[in-house]
Protein backbone atom coordinates (compact mmCIF):
# COMPACT_ATOMS: atom_id res chain seq x y z
CA UNK A 1 0.00 0.00 0.00
CA UNK A 2 1.26 3.48 -0.89
CA UNK A 3 2.38 5.68 2.15
CA UNK A 4 3.89 9.22 1.97
CA UNK A 5 6.36 10.28 4.87
CA UNK A 6 7.42 13.83 5.48
CA UNK A 7 10.68 14.60 7.05
CA UNK A 8 12.78 17.61 8.03
CA UNK A 9 13.76 19.95 10.91
CA UNK A 10 10.45 21.34 13.22
CA UNK A 11 12.34 24.52 13.63
CA UNK A 12 13.73 26.82 11.43
CA UNK A 13 14.74 29.93 11.68
CA UNK A 14 13.27 33.18 10.58
CA UNK A 15 15.06 34.39 7.10
CA UNK A 16 16.49 30.56 6.40
CA UNK A 17 15.62 28.42 4.28
CA UNK A 18 12.58 25.67 5.09
CA UNK A 19 13.39 21.44 3.71
CA UNK A 20 11.50 19.19 3.87
CA UNK A 21 11.22 15.50 2.15
CA UNK A 22 8.39 13.29 1.07
CA UNK A 23 9.23 9.83 1.27
CA UNK A 24 6.95 7.38 -1.15
CA UNK A 25 6.88 3.94 -0.38
CA UNK A 26 4.91 0.91 -1.78
CA UNK A 27 5.13 1.76 -4.81
CA UNK A 28 6.76 4.24 -7.33
CA UNK A 29 6.97 8.02 -7.66
CA UNK A 30 7.02 7.58 -11.43
CA UNK A 31 3.73 7.31 -12.22
CA UNK A 32 2.51 8.76 -15.42
CA UNK A 33 -0.61 9.58 -13.99
CA UNK A 34 0.07 10.93 -10.72
CA UNK A 35 1.64 14.61 -9.46
CA UNK A 36 3.16 14.82 -6.36
CA UNK A 37 2.34 17.99 -4.12
CA UNK A 38 3.01 20.12 -0.90
CA UNK A 39 0.14 21.68 0.77
CA UNK A 40 0.48 23.71 3.84
CA UNK A 41 -2.13 24.21 7.02
CA UNK A 42 -1.13 27.03 9.77
CA UNK A 43 -2.04 26.75 12.95
CA UNK A 44 -6.34 27.41 13.65
CA UNK A 45 -6.29 27.98 9.98
CA UNK A 46 -7.46 26.50 6.42
CA UNK A 47 -5.33 24.60 4.02
CA UNK A 48 -3.16 25.89 1.32
CA UNK A 49 -1.52 24.68 -1.88
CA UNK A 50 2.13 25.16 -2.29
CA UNK A 51 3.37 23.59 -5.48
CA UNK A 52 3.71 19.78 -7.45
CA UNK A 53 6.11 18.10 -8.92
CA UNK A 54 5.80 15.43 -11.65
CA UNK A 55 8.26 12.21 -11.63
CA UNK A 56 10.37 13.63 -14.76
CA UNK A 57 10.84 17.22 -13.04
CA UNK A 58 7.88 19.88 -13.87
CA UNK A 59 6.22 21.64 -11.53
CA UNK A 60 4.14 24.17 -10.95
CA UNK A 61 3.83 26.62 -7.81
CA UNK A 62 1.10 28.73 -6.25
CA UNK A 63 1.96 32.31 -7.49
CA UNK A 64 1.97 33.69 -3.24
CA UNK A 65 5.26 31.46 -3.06
CA UNK A 66 6.68 31.37 -6.22
CA UNK A 67 9.49 33.38 -5.69
CA UNK A 68 10.28 31.29 -2.74
CA UNK A 69 10.00 27.86 -3.27
CA UNK A 70 11.81 25.45 -5.23
CA UNK A 71 10.26 21.86 -5.22
CA UNK A 72 12.12 18.82 -6.89
CA UNK A 73 11.92 14.63 -7.34
CA UNK A 74 14.38 12.19 -6.94
CA UNK A 75 13.13 8.92 -8.52
CA UNK A 76 15.99 6.96 -7.40
CA UNK A 77 15.34 7.39 -3.72
CA UNK A 78 11.29 7.54 -4.48
CA UNK A 79 11.27 11.29 -3.02
CA UNK A 80 10.49 14.48 -3.43
CA UNK A 81 10.98 18.17 -1.87
CA UNK A 82 10.48 21.33 -0.61
CA UNK A 83 12.54 24.35 -0.18
CA UNK A 84 10.71 27.76 0.96
CA UNK A 85 13.47 30.51 1.36
CA UNK A 86 13.37 33.58 3.76
CA UNK A 87 10.35 32.16 5.95
CA UNK A 88 9.09 34.32 8.34
CA UNK A 89 6.95 33.13 11.17
CA UNK A 90 3.76 33.32 8.83
CA UNK A 91 5.08 30.05 7.72
CA UNK A 92 4.62 28.01 10.90
CA UNK A 93 2.17 25.42 9.48
CA UNK A 94 1.95 21.71 9.54
CA UNK A 95 3.61 20.48 6.23
CA UNK A 96 2.00 17.64 4.16
CA UNK A 97 2.85 15.92 1.43
CA UNK A 98 0.48 14.83 -1.38
CA UNK A 99 -0.46 12.43 -4.51
CA UNK A 100 -2.51 14.01 -7.08
CA UNK A 101 -4.66 11.78 -8.75
CA UNK A 102 -6.66 12.46 -12.23
CA UNK A 103 -10.00 11.21 -12.78
CA UNK A 104 -12.58 12.07 -15.97
CA UNK A 105 -15.91 12.86 -14.97
CA UNK A 106 -18.86 12.18 -17.46
CA UNK A 107 -18.42 14.49 -20.03
CA UNK A 108 -15.06 13.59 -20.18
CA UNK A 109 -13.11 16.48 -18.82
CA UNK A 110 -10.47 16.08 -16.94
CA UNK A 111 -10.06 16.98 -13.30
CA UNK A 112 -7.96 15.96 -10.33
CA UNK A 113 -7.85 15.43 -6.68
CA UNK A 114 -4.88 14.73 -3.21
CA UNK A 115 -6.02 11.19 -2.73
CA UNK A 116 -3.14 10.23 -0.47
CA UNK A 117 -1.79 12.18 1.93
CA UNK A 118 1.25 12.00 4.44
CA UNK A 119 0.91 12.46 8.03
CA UNK A 120 2.06 16.13 8.55
CA UNK A 121 4.80 17.61 9.73
CA UNK A 122 4.75 20.79 12.13
CA UNK A 123 7.35 23.21 11.34
CA UNK A 124 7.55 26.36 13.40
CA UNK A 125 9.49 29.20 12.46
CA UNK A 126 11.23 30.97 15.48
CA UNK A 127 14.63 32.21 16.57
CA UNK B 1 -7.65 33.68 -6.75
CA UNK B 2 -10.81 31.82 -6.81
CA UNK B 3 -11.90 32.11 -3.24
CA UNK B 4 -14.31 28.83 -1.58
CA UNK B 5 -16.17 30.40 0.99
CA UNK B 6 -17.80 28.04 3.25
CA UNK B 7 -21.01 27.84 5.66
CA UNK B 8 -21.18 27.65 8.51
CA UNK B 9 -17.74 27.72 10.47
CA UNK B 10 -19.56 25.37 12.33
CA UNK B 11 -22.47 23.82 13.45
CA UNK B 12 -23.47 21.32 16.24
CA UNK B 13 -25.22 18.05 15.31
CA UNK B 14 -26.43 15.16 17.23
CA UNK B 15 -25.54 11.50 15.59
CA UNK B 16 -28.68 10.36 13.08
CA UNK B 17 -29.31 14.26 11.99
CA UNK B 18 -29.22 15.66 8.47
CA UNK B 19 -26.16 17.64 7.91
CA UNK B 20 -25.36 20.33 5.27
CA UNK B 21 -22.52 22.02 4.21
CA UNK B 22 -22.22 24.84 1.50
CA UNK B 23 -19.09 25.91 -0.31
CA UNK B 24 -19.60 29.17 -2.48
CA UNK B 25 -16.88 30.07 -5.31
CA UNK B 26 -15.89 33.51 -6.31
CA UNK B 27 -16.41 32.69 -9.68
CA UNK B 28 -17.74 29.50 -11.44
CA UNK B 29 -15.92 26.72 -11.47
CA UNK B 30 -18.48 24.01 -12.85
CA UNK B 31 -18.02 21.00 -11.06
CA UNK B 32 -14.18 21.42 -10.34
CA UNK B 33 -15.11 20.56 -6.59
CA UNK B 34 -13.43 18.11 -4.09
CA UNK B 35 -14.55 17.78 -0.43
CA UNK B 36 -12.11 16.57 2.31
CA UNK B 37 -12.71 15.49 5.57
CA UNK B 38 -10.47 15.94 8.43
CA UNK B 39 -10.01 15.24 12.25
CA UNK B 40 -7.60 16.64 14.35
CA UNK B 41 -3.98 15.80 14.15
CA UNK B 42 -4.85 13.58 10.85
CA UNK B 43 -4.18 14.54 7.14
CA UNK B 44 -7.08 15.20 5.19
CA UNK B 45 -9.44 12.16 3.67
CA UNK B 46 -11.02 12.54 0.07
CA UNK B 47 -14.75 12.30 0.21
CA UNK B 48 -16.12 14.00 -2.97
CA UNK B 49 -14.53 14.70 -6.27
CA UNK B 50 -16.01 16.46 -9.12
CA UNK B 51 -18.49 18.16 -6.86
CA UNK B 52 -20.61 14.69 -6.66
CA UNK B 53 -18.57 11.67 -7.28
CA UNK B 54 -18.05 9.57 -3.82
CA UNK B 55 -14.60 8.55 -3.19
CA UNK B 56 -14.06 4.56 -3.13
CA UNK B 57 -14.76 3.56 0.51
CA UNK B 58 -16.32 6.46 1.30
CA UNK B 59 -19.67 5.52 3.09
CA UNK B 60 -22.88 6.16 1.08
CA UNK B 61 -24.13 8.86 3.83
CA UNK B 62 -22.16 11.47 2.23
CA UNK B 63 -23.28 13.17 -0.83
CA UNK B 64 -22.03 16.56 -2.73
CA UNK B 65 -23.62 18.32 -5.25
CA UNK B 66 -23.84 21.75 -7.37
CA UNK B 67 -22.23 23.42 -9.85
CA UNK B 68 -21.33 27.01 -10.99
CA UNK B 69 -20.69 28.59 -7.82
CA UNK B 70 -22.65 26.92 -5.26
CA UNK B 71 -21.54 23.03 -3.94
CA UNK B 72 -23.07 21.61 -1.30
CA UNK B 73 -21.66 18.26 0.97
CA UNK B 74 -24.60 16.68 2.61
CA UNK B 75 -24.65 14.06 5.11
CA UNK B 76 -27.64 12.29 5.76
CA UNK B 77 -26.94 10.43 8.91
CA UNK B 78 -24.27 11.99 11.30
CA UNK B 79 -22.62 9.27 12.69
CA UNK B 80 -20.02 9.41 15.79
CA UNK B 81 -17.35 8.94 13.58
CA UNK B 82 -18.49 11.93 11.18
CA UNK B 83 -17.49 14.54 14.04
CA UNK B 84 -14.75 16.14 11.98
CA UNK B 85 -13.88 19.33 9.82
CA UNK B 86 -14.72 19.20 6.04
CA UNK B 87 -13.34 21.48 3.66
CA UNK B 88 -14.07 22.26 -0.16
CA UNK B 89 -11.37 22.65 -2.73
CA UNK B 90 -11.29 24.32 -6.26
CA UNK B 91 -9.40 22.64 -9.22
CA UNK B 92 -10.60 24.75 -11.60
CA UNK B 93 -7.73 27.07 -12.15
CA UNK B 94 -4.05 27.51 -10.25
CA UNK B 95 -3.76 28.37 -6.97
CA UNK B 96 -5.92 25.49 -5.88
CA UNK B 97 -7.72 27.38 -3.09
CA UNK B 98 -9.45 25.41 -0.33
CA UNK B 99 -12.52 26.73 1.39
CA UNK B 100 -11.92 27.34 5.54
CA UNK B 101 -13.36 24.66 6.58
CA UNK B 102 -16.35 23.44 8.50
CA UNK B 103 -16.35 22.07 12.33
CA UNK B 104 -18.88 19.72 12.96
CA UNK B 105 -19.31 19.32 16.68
CA UNK B 106 -21.36 16.86 19.07
CA UNK B 107 -24.75 18.81 20.00
Known amino acids: QLQLQESGPGLVKPSETLSLTCTVS??????????WGWIRQPPGKGLEWIGS???????YYNPSFKSRVTISVDTSKNQFSLKLRFVTAADTAVYYC???????????????????WGRGTLVTVSS | DIQMTQSPASLSASVGDRVIITCRAS??????VNWYQQKPGKAPKLLIF???SLQSGVPSRFSGSGSGTDFTLTISSLQSEDFATYCC?????????FGQGTKVEIK
Open chain 1, 98 to 116: ARRTYYYDTSGHQGWYFDL
Open chain 2, 27 to 32: QSIHTY
Open chain 2, 50 to 52: ASY
Open chain 1, 53 to 59: VYYSGDT
Open chain 2, 89 to 97: QQIYSIPWT
Open chain 1, 26 to 35: GGSISINTDY
